[in-house]
């Protein structure tokens, strides 16, 4: 069975940190680029960050630049979301999603598999 599964959300403060993690089963995800993506309660889902399957492109939502980072290791069939930095707009589910190919660049458009999703909540 083909899925992904995300890691790693949780409660924290504002200006505290969290990392994501999106693994793969059932394929590998060297030739998938990777896009994480938020919704907000009431709000539409959003891309949040996307990297190449080779890692040399990354993309990042202009409100999370400079305090998130993206990266993966093929080796263990996962791709990360590095957050600093929180702030209480944070707050979402998150989800990683992965379509193939993508080598040249990143996108959040054409995902082939999608993972349930991950909560974060950033509140004092």
């Known amino acids: 069975q083909l899925q992904l599964m995300e890691s790693g959300g949780g409660s924290v403060q504002p200006g505290g940190s969290l990392r994501l993690s999106c693994a793969a089963s059932g394929f590998t995800l060297d030739s998938y680029g990777i896009g994480w993506f938020r919704q907000a309660p009431g709000k539409e889902r959003e891309g949040v960050s996307c990297?190449?399957?080779?890692?040399?492109?990354?993309a990042y939502l202009n409100s999370v630049k400079s305090r998130f980072t993206i990266s993966r290791d093929n080796a263990k069939n996962t791709v990360y979301l590095q957050m600093n930095s929180l702030k209480p707009e944070d707050t979402a589910v998150y989800y990683c999603?992965?379509?193939?190919?993508?080598?040249?660049?990143?996108?959040?458009?054409?995902?082939?598999?999608w993972g349930k999703g991950t909560l974060v909540t950033v509140s004092s």
């Open positions: 999603a992965a379509t193939y190919g993508s080598t040249t660049s990143c996108t959040f458009y054409g995902m082939d598999y």
């Open positions: 990297i190449s399957s080779s890692g040399g492109h990354k």
